[in-house]
């Protein structure tokens, strides 16, 4: 079975600065999909960027890229010029590859709560 | 629809009584899956559809819980004899293509 691991229950961080976020996952597979989910406090759970395995590239959308680090198993997040509407928990998330015409089940981290300072 | 809708929002019952929860996907989308979500933990898989059928329910805790798809769109998932144990954020997706699940706003579940 697969995990997904984030160690920091909360980071802090100061406005219009860059943090990152670290996530480590355990699966068998070489072909897998991994995301980082934003939630609010609103509970709606806003997809923020993915990361397919088999692309060595790291994915970026805007302020928000990725570290994927395959053979070590790490998947961090990295939130440049940071505003205060970032301030969300923010989810790690693996899917496996492996599954035939159908979609298949979202494996979570625990959550990070991240804090913006003005 | 825009999105993923759920209703109700918020949801008190007491313990040992019978709750349904809907889900409303987004048009289109034949995937269908059911979350929970206690405090401070992530979401943990319950259920998946694909279409009318269950293509697998093993996150499912017990038999007190099922849902059902009859028409491949809206879908329930019925909790009977809460508990309080039950107490949770219930979070429905939905996905049309290869790898994305677009998430609705959830139902807080609280049992008294």
């Known amino acids: 079975a697969q995990t997904v691991t984030q160690s920091q229950p909360e980071m802090s961080v100061q406005e219009a600065e860059t943090v990152t976020l670290s996530c480590t996952y355990d699966?068998?597979?070489?072909?897998?999909?991994l995301f980082w989910y934003k939630q609010p406090p609103s509970r709606q759970m806003i997809l923020v960027i993915r990361q397919e395995a088999y692309k060595q590239q790291n994915a970026t959308e805007n302020r928000f890229s990725v570290n994927f680090q395959k053979a070590a198993k790490s998947f961090s997040l990295k939130i440049s010029d940071s505003q205060l509407g970032d301030a969300a928990m923010y989810f790690c998330a693996y899917r496996s590859a492996w599954v035939i015409g159908a979609n298949s089940k979202l494996t979570f981290g625990k959550g990070i709560t991240l804090s913006v300072r003005p | 629809g825009a999105g993923v809708s759920q209703t109700p929002s918020n949801k008190v019952t007491e313990k040992g009584k019978y709750v349904e929860l809907r889900c409303d996907p987004i048009?289109?989308?034949?995937?269908l899956y059911w979350y929970r979500q206690s405090l401070g933990q992530g979401p943990e898989f319950l259920i998946y559809f694909q279409g009318t059928g269950a293509a697998d329910d093993s996150g499912l805790p017990n038999d007190r819980f099922f849902a059902v798809r009859p028409e491949g769109s809206v879908s329930t998932l019925k909790i009977q004899r809460t508990e309080r144990g039950d107490s949770a954020v219930y979070l429905c997706?939905?996905?049309?293509?290869?790898?994305?699940?677009?998430f609705g706003p959830g139902t807080r579940l609280t049992v008294l």
């Open positions: 699966t068998s597979e070489s072909d897998y999909y």
């Open positions: 997706a939905s996905g049309g293509g290869a790898d994305t699940q677009y």
């Open positions: 048009s289109g989308h034949t995937a």
